[in-house]
């Protein structure tokens, strides 16, 4: 494969952030471009160079987000609860994304599938690679939540003359491929997008599980639940289970200390520019059960799920509690963060969390507005020059509602001037 990477993909996703990083701008989820011979097209690509989403959206639907849900789901025809029949128990969850780009190509609407599949001797370093084989994309099945330079293989893509193409990946991999979409030449594009939040180098993500589980090594699925319990399957397939309060961030050095800064600049968590989002947030309880969400957004997203329909069982969209009262002491959190509790205090808010806390749609919604607030107090704070360029109008409006304890808080407006 033609790039003009210093070191071949399967090496760059071992590296540390600072390694990986080296010479590269303050904001970079190192989304492939600038590793291959799509580096020049960086500036006018890079969702940390120029956030185009609300641009590439009214290309894409022929309008900009509605007030409601859109707000923070993104625009959609459609939020329907999936499971694949039947489950593929490799995959993270049913295994309904790399299911779809298996039938894609085994009927023969695309000629390779951009997805990610474990580097050779790991279990989560992810290798990006273009799969021409449903047995190749089925093989991918897991979750790899490092960051991944998988637009890097549009080198290839290129290189082999392929016109039909469908890409799995991220919100500033989709971003970009969004943005250079006209200039690609191919005749038919699907993007099946996963939301993401939160991701970040392989060895920080080897710590992370160090500090979480008993036994790290075992772990072969893990999961940020509903029930306010990071979810940890093992070899063995038993879940262990650790409260959400119980996690010693601080050990790891806080979120700055092992998100990268374009993680926590990050405004599209729903990967909204997609054709069809796939993941697990808004679904139902209990996660043994394997439910999904999807969200159908274009006319090629219908698509896309009237061909998978067929290999699914469809279940209901459930949601409970209220998150408002949450997201306004999260604010205020953002502005004094608390000290550790002792276990006492965290045993019985991890007993509140559960018996009180949201669910379903509701807690999809409650966590997307964290991000949202978290992430522009995080660019005001070290980035507040770009966020005129960076943070999207939408993301004001979706936090309307806290704008009040905001100003409180922080002593300056929410919305810029």
Request: aromatic residues 8%.
């Amino acid at each position: 494969m033609a790039t003009t990477s210093a070191r071949p993909l399967h090496e760059i996703t071992l590296l540390s952030q600072a390694e990986r990083f080296k010479g590269r701008p303050k904001l970079c989820s190192d989304c492939g471009v600038c590793g291959g011979e799509l580096r020049p097209a960086m500036a006018r690509s890079c969702v940390f160079v120029h956030n185009q989403h609300e641009t590439l959206e009214l290309r894409l639907h022929g309008r900009n987000r509605r007030d409601g849900d859109e707000l923070l789901f993104g625009i959609y025809r459609a939020i329907h609860v999936i499971r694949l029949r039947p489950v593929n128990p490799q995959a993270q969850w049913s295994g309904v994304v790399t299911a779809l780009g298996a039938l894609l190509l085994e009927q023969g609407l695309v000629d390779g599938v951009i997805t990610t599949r474990a580097v050779p001797g790991t279990r989560w370093a992810p290798l990006p690679f273009l799969a021409r084989t449903p047995a190749e994309v089925i093989a991918s099945a897991g979750n790899k939540p490092c960051l991944s330079p998988n637009l890097e293989v549009l080198d290839e893509v290129r290189a082999c003359g392929l016109k039909r193409l469908a890409f799995i990946g991220t919100g500033c991999q989709v971003h970009a491929l969004r943005a250079l979409e006209a200039e690609l030449g191919l005749e038919r594009l699907y993007v099946i997008g996963i939301p993401c939040t939160d991701n970040t180098a392989y060895p920080d993500l080897m710590r992370f599980l160090k500090v979480v589980s008993k036994s790290p090594e075992t772990v072969v699925h893990h999961e940020f639940m509903q029930d306010f319990r990071v979810h940890l399957r093992h070899e063995d397939g038993h879940i262990e289970k650790v409260n959400f309060v119980d996690l010693d961030v601080g050990t790891l050095g806080g979120e700055r200390g092992i998100f990268p800064p374009a993680c926590l600049s990050c405004f599209d968590y729903q990967n909204g520019l997609s054709d069809l989002t796939i993941g697990y947030m808004g679904a139902p309880l209990p996660p043994e059960e394997r439910w999904q969400w999807t969200l159908v957004r274009t006319e090629r997203g219908e698509e896309l799920f009237n061909l998978i329909r067929p290999c699914l069982e469809l279940g209901q969209p459930t949601q409970g509690g209220n998150r408002r009262p949450g997201m306004r002491a999260y604010v205020r959190m953002l502005r004094r963060p608390p000290r550790r509790p002792p276990a006492p205090v965290r045993k019985f808010v991890a007993w509140m969390q559960r018996s009180r806390g949201t669910k379903g749609l509701e807690f999809a919604r409650g966590v997307i507005e964290m991000k949202l607030m978290r992430n522009l107090v995080y660019v005001r704070d070290q980035h507040a020059r770009l966020e005129r360029r960076i943070v999207p109008g939408y993301v004001y409006r979706a936090l309307a509602d806290v704008a009040d304890v905001y100003e409180e808080e922080f002593g300056r407006p929410l919305t810029p001037p």
